[in-house]
């Protein structure tokens, strides 16, 4: 597997300010014991999808996926304001969930289903194989691969996918590096993924493809894991995607514009914001990635 680019970070760093002097070379060592070995990996599959609901008007749990705190109006948001989580952590970047109920009272609001349809017949197999992986419970340096997997899963009597099945990877899909992820408490968390969600609606495919994405998975005691990710999707692909469906009524005239009244990141040269920040929970189930 890749190299850790954290790792590699850190000992240009070190190399580069400071000599051959023993320090030096300590802190270089101390770096590479804090990567173990990519070979090392945990592998879960993701067994749900649904999108995070607003606790009230202006409360979710979440991520700050640009760095910024809006206010309503502010440029920076295009005029939205970020919600609050119950703990009080401001600038949670979360577009979507006030989205959810308008597009749920136009009939728009079956992609949860759709999304919870495909896992279950292995059309989305989402394979989230950790690397560098010494320890379940405290790690500061683990990467991310995410993986597309094929074939159809076993389902257990609970209807979810049984664990500790091994999955080919489709070709067809690339996977995607992720380095600077760390476990503390048995709590995975990483920045900077990017996560492919293709959804069919009638003989069409919609292509959620999350960017500049954050997640945070806990372990559970059955060795499953429960958690969020939170990205940026492109508004002018996935509305460009949506209107050009047809058989779907008016939807196909309707959506995109909404979507693009609600984006919220990533203003461009002109201050429309490019991408709407969407929040997922997740669960996912260990699993085993069979690898040509």
Known sequence: MRDNAACWVVFALLTGCGGSGGEAD??????????????D???????????TR?????????????????????AEGCGHADYTTPDGQGGVDNAMASLVPVLESIGAGAVEGLITDAINSGELLILAEMQRVDDLQDDACVDLEMHRGEGVPLMGTDGNIQMDQTFALDPSRPSTFTAGGAIEGGVFTIEGVTISLPVQILDEFIEFELEGASMRLVWQEDGSAVGRLAGGVSVASLAGQIGAISDIGGLQDIVPPLLEEAADLWPDESGACTHLSIGMEVTARPAFVLEE
């Open 26 to 39: 300590s802190g270089v060592k101390d770096a590479a014991l804090a990567c173990g070995d990519p070979a």
């Open 41 to 51: 990996t945990h592998a879960l599959v993701i067994t749900s999808l649904a999108f």
């Open 54 to 74: 607003e606790v009230s008007s202006s409360t979710i749990e979440g991520f700050d996926l640009d760095g910024v705190d809006s206010a309503a109006g502010d």
